[in-house]
């Protein structure tokens, strides 16, 4: 092995494992995604400052949403991974697309998926559908960043074959042909999770939860430039390879449209402008 080549850590696949009772890291990643994300929305809620009055929803709905927003992320996310990604082999299979414990999940169809439990719950509770975008969003991040940790203890989704030289590449265990590459994943935690948290976070402190859906276009809009970043780094899944020469991916082609929706989200919440708190009555 070069010298500069960094061992891949030997992970175990299951973090926690009490007799028959096994939880796998990328199952851990989605209950602490969750449950952090749902902890850091009750904390936005309470902050009326940040809302420029009342919080547009009751700390009491937010709880009952929880169940919604994972629904939205599991169904959505399969069946992105499964229309998006395989769809020849689970036509070929259709029993394996319930095999969720066998990988494959989708951000873009999951956050189709969180888009309809967002709309339905909303309408259902008489919410704004973009405020509540907007906190569903904000806490986004926390998930991703842990999501993507979670394939790099797994060891998947690995970069672009890289110089040896390069001082942090890896060889992955599972990866058949033994060569040095990124370690993408981490690539992708940085920008969709730390990155994009601290910049929604920032854009919260000064006031973006008071224009409706500026925080909401804010994620869609960098989440997209962060995965097209990404995807430079990252091996094509094996069963699509590359769409068009050597560059354009299935995840660069899905997060194409997330520029333009997030752009015109933007722009219309800066037309709108922040809602005027309600004059006293005298």
């Given at each position: 092995?070069?010298f500069?080549?960094?061992?891949?850590?030997?992970?175990?696949?299951?973090?926690?494992?009490?007799?028959?009772?096994?939880?796998?890291?990328?199952?851990?990643?989605?209950?602490?995604?969750?449950?952090?994300?749902?902890?850091?929305?009750?904390?936005?809620?309470?902050?009326?400052?940040?809302?420029?009055g009342?919080?547009?929803?009751?700390?009491?709905?937010?709880?009952?949403?929880i169940?919604?927003?994972?629904?939205?992320?599991?169904?959505?996310?399969?069946?992105?991974?499964?229309?998006?990604?395989?769809?020849?082999?689970?036509?070929?299979?259709?029993?394996?697309?319930?095999?969720?414990?066998?990988?494959?999940?989708?951000?873009?169809?999951?956050?189709?998926?969180?888009?309809?439990?967002?709309m339905?719950?909303a309408?259902?509770?008489?919410?704004?559908?973009?405020?509540?975008?907007?906190?569903t969003?904000?806490?986004?991040?926390?998930?991703l960043?842990?999501?993507?940790?979670?394939?790099?203890?797994?060891?998947?989704?690995?970069?672009?074959?890289t110089?040896?030289?390069?001082?942090w590449?890896?060889i992955?265990?599972?990866?058949?042909?033994?060569?040095?590459?990124?370690?993408?994943?981490l690539?992708?935690?940085?920008?969709?999770?730390?990155?994009?948290?601290?910049?929604?976070?920032?854009?919260?402190?000064?006031?973006?939860?008071?224009?409706?859906?500026?925080?909401?276009?804010?994620?869609?809009?960098?989440?997209?430039l962060s995965?097209?970043?990404?995807?430079?780094?990252?091996?094509?899944?094996?069963?699509?390879?590359?769409?068009?020469?050597?560059?354009?991916?299935?995840?660069?082609?899905?997060?194409?449209?997330?520029?333009?929706?997030?752009?015109?989200?933007?722009?219309?919440?800066?037309?709108?402008?922040?809602?005027?708190?309600?004059?006293?009555?005298?």
């Amino acid at each position: 092995m070069p010298f500069l080549l960094i061992d891949f850590p030997a992970f175990k696949p299951i973090a926690i494992e009490i007799g028959p009772f096994a939880i796998r890291w990328y199952a851990l990643a989605y209950i602490c995604g969750i449950v952090f994300g749902w902890l850091y929305a009750r904390s936005l809620l309470k902050k009326e400052r940040l809302w420029g009055g009342p919080a547009p929803m009751s700390l009491v709905q937010i709880d009952d949403f929880i169940l919604w927003v994972t629904l939205g992320i599991i169904l959505g996310g399969r069946t992105g991974y499964v229309l998006f990604y395989n769809l020849p082999f689970f036509i070929d299979h259709p029993a394996a697309i319930f095999k969720l414990w066998e990988g494959g999940m989708s951000f873009h169809g999951g956050f189709l998926g969180c888009v309809v439990a967002v709309m339905w719950f909303a309408y259902r509770n008489g919410i704004s559908i973009l405020s509540l975008g907007d906190i569903t969003t904000a806490v986004a991040p926390v998930g991703l960043l842990l999501g993507r940790i979670a394939n790099f203890i797994n060891g998947e989704l690995w970069g672009r074959a890289t110089d040896p030289s390069l001082p942090w590449a890896m060889i992955f265990p599972n990866d058949h042909t033994q060569l040095p590459r990124h370690p993408s994943q981490l690539y992708e935690a940085g920008m969709e999770g730390i990155l994009l948290f601290t910049v929604l976070a920032i854009m919260i402190r000064f006031g973006a939860l008071k224009r409706p859906g500026m925080i909401l276009g804010a994620f869609i809009l960098i989440y997209g430039l962060s995965r097209i970043a990404g995807e430079h780094f990252r091996e094509p899944d094996t069963q699509l390879g590359f769409l068009l020469g050597d560059w354009l991916t299935m995840g660069m082609l899905l997060s194409i449209p997330m520029l333009i929706v997030g752009l015109i989200l933007i722009v219309l919440a800066v037309r709108r402008g922040a809602p005027k708190p309600a004059k006293a009555i005298r």
